[in-house]
């Protein structure tokens, strides 16, 4: 299938380490359930009081221009001062958005968080995980459960609603259908995220080391042995898989790699439809125009568009004569209406659709990670990307992965010029 993605053809969005959409808040690393692939240990009793949350806070404030913040963990909704800190991130002027299983959501907090001011929630829920009554579900099958929680979203109104799974290699196939799915809930799923799957494995090319001493990694929670299964899914083949449904899936956005600028490392989409039909995906100039806009008018990069603009597809064709995407949207739609005028009546709704590649390790051992990443969390008064906390966690800094070849070359020569007659 075409998986061909040039990064001349779409638009880099503009975010950086110091102006971004979004930043990372984790106020536990506490969390109920076990997920096949992630980054965080499972620390029990390791809530942050709310002082030290907002210490955080103030960091990002101090450092970093952003739109929202992203409360995750471990599993937010386990400490059990959630509602004062949704109120802490209002304060500050930022969406706030929940990083969640949902497992522990019920109609009541939703309503009170809600009061709270909370703007979205990102439900994290796919087949690896290890969730009561749900354990060994298909990807097909859980779609019962997301459906249990976007509508309970949608009842209470105004949130808006997105889902991530972790795309591993035996899931690859499934995506097109998640997306399916999505589609037929377009009027209460605002946003899609595909997460490729990635460990560091052990025992195959790479030593670690803190400075010049060598560690172990072996219990870090987002390493292995090698399995010989697969870690290298990449976003252009997550793209090729939904065009085998979705032939004319077109990518406008992305972020690059900080050490490979060709690299999708967040690769975003834009599509305009109803529950029945896809018209099509915005491009390029859209998504420039609505972020650059967007700074101009607040003096931030956006992100989790509001649930009442997402349903104003509409008032998109405004764009047309700048974007062609949005003309060809705009011309589909206005077909279809010929065969089907009653159509008219049916709202269009925005969605985003997007996949993220997260780090990925290089031959030489350099770490490509994502250049401009929005989950950028606190640490000691520092900015660093929260997917490799357990190495500030166990090190103070991020671990450098030397290549075993290298490695032999150095301690050989080493061992020569020790054996050199000395002047």
């Given amino acids: ?61 101090r450092y970093r221009q952003c739109d929202g913040v992203s409360i995750a963990g471990g599993e937010p909704l386990t400490h059990p001062g959630i509602v004062d800190i949704v109120r802490m991130v209002k304060r500050k002027g930022w969406k706030a958005i929940i990083n969640s299983n949902g497992a522990l959501l019920s109609r009541e907090l939703l309503r009170e968080l809600k009061r709270a001011g909370v703007d979205g929630f990102t439900f994290h829920v796919d087949s690896g995980q290890k969730r009561p009554h749900w354990t060994g579900k298909t990807e097909e099958e859980l779609n019962e459960l997301r459906q249990q929680l976007a509508d309970m979203l949608h009842e209470v109104g105004g949130i808006t609603c997105s889902f991530n799974a972790t795309v591993y290699p035996e899931t690859l196939k499934d995506v097109p259908m998640l997306l399916r799915w999505g589609q037929e809930n377009i009027d209460r799923v605002h946003v899609m995220v595909f997460i490729n799957y990635r460990m560091a494995v052990l025992g195959k090319d790479f030593d670690f080391y ?131 005028p009653s159509a008219f009546f049916r709202r269009l709704h925005f969605q985003s659709v997007m996949i993220i590649q997260p780090a990925d390790i290089l031959a030489n051992g350099n770490v490509n990670m994502c250049d401009g990443c929005p989950d950028i969390t606190v640490w000691n008064d520092e900015l660093v990307w929260s997917c490799r906390m357990e190495e500030q966690y166990r090190w103070g800094q991020n671990v450098r992965m030397v290549p075993r070849r290298e490695q032999e070359q150095l301690e050989t020569e080493m061992a020569n010029h020790q054996r050199e007659p000395q002047a």
């Fill in 210 to 340: 803190v400075g010049d001493e060598q560690v172990h990694f072996d219990e870090m929670m987002y390493s292995k042995k090698d399995d010989h299964r697969r870690t290298d899914i990449s976003s252009p083949e997550v793209v090729g898989e939904i065009r085998r449904e979705y032939p004319d899936f077109a990518p406008c956005a992305f972020l690059n790699g900080t050490e490979k600028p060709d690299t999708f490392k967040w690769l975003l989409t834009g599509r305009m439809g109803n529950r029945k039909r896809i018209f099509g995906h915005v491009g390029p100039k859209f998504m420039e125009i609505v972020q650059t806009w967007n700074h101009l008018t607040t003096g931030k990069y956006l992100a989790y568009a509001s649930p009442g603009m997402q349903r104003k597809g509409r008032l998109y064709f405004l764009l047309a004569p700048f974007d062609r995407g949005v003309r060809r949207v705009a011309a589909a739609y206005l077909k279809s209406l010929f065969t089907m």
């Fill in 1 to 61: 299938m075409n998986t061909h993605l040039s990064s001349r053809s779409l638009y880099r969005l503009p975010w950086n380490f110091a102006d971004n959409a979004i930043s990372w808040l984790e106020p536990t690393s506490t969390c109920n359930l076990y997920c096949d692939g992630c980054y965080r240990e499972n620390r029990k009793s390791s809530h942050k009081s709310l002082e030290e949350v907002q210490h955080e806070l103030d960091v990002f404030e």
